[in-house]
């Protein structure tokens, strides 16, 4: 089943209505991106370019040390890119933080929750940071607290959570805005099973509503089921981009996403430090 | 909805801290602890001279004058608890001793046998000088002066000891004139035939008088207590830099700050809740304290707090410390990656502020260059604009340049966080 066939029986898109967003258009534009770190003579990120479309679920793919999150990093704001232009619906990341940042929302891959908090407060107080008023943040946590299965934990304080149910929060509090464009990293890593398809179908509901999803994951299964395309990264450069069936069928030896990774980025060990 | 977001930060650090009730019981607690141990302890070494009794055997050889003299005179002088024993062998000094070596008494004094009879016979000596004719018949002994032995507890100090050792030699050059001037006009009456009444009036001819240059008519002198409980509550609120420091790098290690980083807020907007609750934290610390200082301790018996009668200055100045102290642990949270880093800093620099600030030794008694170095510790601002509060009764404005230094080094802290965050 493809993925748009999928997304029409989704009933999800009263909540989040923002169909408007034509796919295809580019949302972001990436020219020449380059991020040396302090220390070290080789760039993270090497003279990249990537165009992402409007309305794209894209997965960013590569070994540990590839460059993933140093990009995701530099599309959030929290850190410098050496050089490059990045421009997101048209502003420029390097002048329109405060406007780009409205527009965007990002999951990490660590918890990003106050423990001693309850969901509820967690939320309300991510929400009233993006400047939602209350009664309308109230019932926008209320059906989506309802939606991820957590209505009834709503005034439990997080650090009793488990790491299922703390995914979905972390989840919840990077989208609380409904933004147009929505980062995750690593969404649905080191959760049960149960957990990672209600996350992966809630994401799908997203996009299906208009939200453009940019996603990173070692998940090459999940990976392939999710993205409309894929840009395989290694060393800082992009290596390969395209949808998850062209990439394999342009590898005739390879039978899945994960062959073609392989493939593209060796078998070596690829050990961070 | 620039205040509403200020607001809701301001909740979430206030539920964060309360939430963690051990941590807010430490809070107050371990200051209240610190402030009551630390008085009681030092308020032996505060207290006048004259409200502590020195304990001192004396050893009584003479059996005459001096040694008469000496063990009523010493014993009105207020200072020392004397305890005379009549020396007839020398088991008695054997034990004296004893006494002193086991730190039962502090001091031990020894009038010599033949002490009144030196001095008598440098009378006679004199006036033999003077009036060669008379007194013909009288020949003085071959002493002329004689030894009073001290022997100290081995623990006391060289200071306390050259201030007894003082002490005595004033006494006993005073009882020595009194027996000098007695002897003297004994003598004079048998070669005038005479007999007179010499009344030598027992208060000295000039006496010194300590007048206090405070304009406070409220007259509070500098005790353990009026100097402690403001020093080491500076001390307790310097000490929040530790779970200042520590809410931030949870913040930072648990991914949180990140996310906040991504949010259409300044940074401000992350510190300056902090800031808030942590400034009513030691507020409301500084008012425990002050509290237990006025109604708690005379109960211990230390004297009670006196706060002066400018509320006004307190609060600001109290304000201003509270400030200075979380800007001070922001600024170490922003630049200490870990915990450890964090509360191993924030203790050890908070025990060096308040060493040269002047809260453990008063600055006056520093050498010369730590009194210069002291005057950059916002410890030893905070000190003397409670000095200058509750002893001078100072008004808002005479702590101003105090109150003024404090904030600067608020806003120099949270200058240095955000820069530390914006370019690490």
Not at chain 1, 246 to 273: A, H, M, Q, W
């Amino acid at each position: 089943m493809k993925s748009s066939e999928r997304l029409k029986s989704n009933t999800f898109t009263s909540t989040i209505n923002r169909g408007q967003h034509l796919k295809g258009d580019n949302l972001i534009d990436i020219r020449n991106l380059v991020k040396v770190y302090k220390g070290r003579s080789t760039p993270a990120v090497d003279d990249l370019s990537l165009q992402i479309g409007d309305g794209e679920i894209f997965g960013i793919l590569g070994p540990n040390g590839a460059g993933k999150t140093t990009i995701i990093s530099i599309l959030c704001n929290l850190i410098h890119p050496t050089s490059g232009r990045i421009s997101i619906d048209g502003l420029s990341l390097a002048t329109d933080k405060r406007k780009i940042k409205q527009l965007t929302g990002v999951v990490f891959q660590d918890i990003a929750l106050y423990d001693r908090l309850t969901a509820f407060e967690n939320l309300i107080y991510f929400g009233t940071l993006y400047g939602i008023h209350r009664q309308e943040l109230e019932d926008r946590i209320n059906n989506l607290l309802m939606r991820l299965g957590l209505d009834k934990f709503r005034n439990e304080k997080v650090g009793t959570f488990s790491g299922g149910m703390k995914r979905r929060i972390n989840l919840l509090a990077g989208l609380l805005h409904n933004p147009r464009l929505l980062f995750l990293d690593e969404p649905a890593v080191g959760i049960d099973v149960q957990s990672r398809n209600v996350i992966i179908e809630f994401l799908q509901e997203l996009n299906a509503s208009g939200t453009t999803i940019i996603y990173t994951s070692h998940m090459m299964e999940e990976a392939q089921k999710l993205c409309t395309r894929v840009a395989v990264i290694d060393y800082g450069k992009v290596i390969a981009v395209a949808t998850p069936d062209e990439l394999i069928s342009n590898n005739p030896d390879c039978r899945s996403l994960e062959d073609v990774f392989l493939k593209l980025t060796g078998r070596s060990l690829r050990d961070e430090f | 909805m620039k205040l509403r977001k200020y607001l809701i930060s301001v909740q979430k650090e206030a539920l964060l801290l309360l939430r963690d009730i051990e941590g807010v019981v430490l809070i107050f607690l371990m200051p209240i602890i610190l402030v009551l141990v630390v008085t009681l302890l030092q308020h032996r070494t505060f207290q006048n001279l004259a409200e502590v009794k020195i304990p001192v055997v004396l050893v009584d050889y003479d059996n005459d004058s001096l040694g008469n003299a000496f063990s009523r005179g010493i014993g009105n002088a207020g200072i020392f608890e004397v305890t005379t024993i009549r020396g007839t062998d020398s088991s008695q000094l054997q034990k004296a001793r004893q006494d002193v070596a086991g730190g039962k008494y502090q001091i031990g004094i020894v009038i010599p046998e033949d002490a009144t009879l030196s001095i008598k016979n440098r009378v006679i000596v004199l006036i033999q000088q003077q009036l060669p004719d008379a007194l013909k018949t009288v020949k003085a002994g071959n002493s002329l002066q004689s030894t009073i032995s001290l022997f100290f507890d081995p623990v006391t100090k060289e200071s306390f000891k050259e201030l007894t050792r003082a002490s005595l030699e004033k006494f006993a050059t005073s009882t020595e004139n009194r027996i000098f001037i007695t002897a003297y006009s004994k003598v004079i009456d048998a070669i005038t035939g005479q007999q007179s009444v010499i009344d030598i009036p027992d208060e000295p001819g000039i006496v010194f008088r300590e007048d206090l240059v405070s304009e406070y008519t409220g007259g509070v002198m500098p005790n353990s207590v009026q100097h402690n409980v403001p020093a080491w509550t500076l001390f307790g609120m310097f000490l929040i830099c530790i779970p200042v420091a520590g809410s931030i790098i949870k913040e930072r290690s648990e991914g949180c700050l990140a996310r906040l980083k991504t949010l259409p807020i300044s940074f401000l907007n992350i510190l300056m809740p902090k800031t808030i609750v942590f400034v009513v934290i030691c507020l409301l610390q500084a008012l425990a304290i002050f509290l237990i200082g006025i109604y708690l301790m005379p109960v211990l018996g230390l004297p009670g707090l006196q706060i002066g009668g400018n509320n006004a200055a307190l609060f600001f100045i109290s304000f201003a410390s509270a400030l200075a102290a979380s800007g001070f642990g922001i600024a170490i949270g922003s630049i200490a990656s870990t915990h450890v880093q964090a509360s191993t800093f924030g203790s050890v620099s908070t025990v060096i502020l308040a060493a040269i600030g002047g809260v453990w030794v008063p600055v006056m008694v520093m050498p010369e260059i730590m009194r210069k170095i002291s005057a950059f510790s916002p410890l030893n601002w905070g000190v003397t604009g409670y000095y200058n509060v509750f002893l001078r009764n100072a008004s808002t404005l005479e702590v101003m340049p105090e109150i003024l230094k404090l904030t600067a080094f608020f806003v120099i802290c949270i200058l240095a966080g955000i820069w530390f965050r914006k370019s690490g």
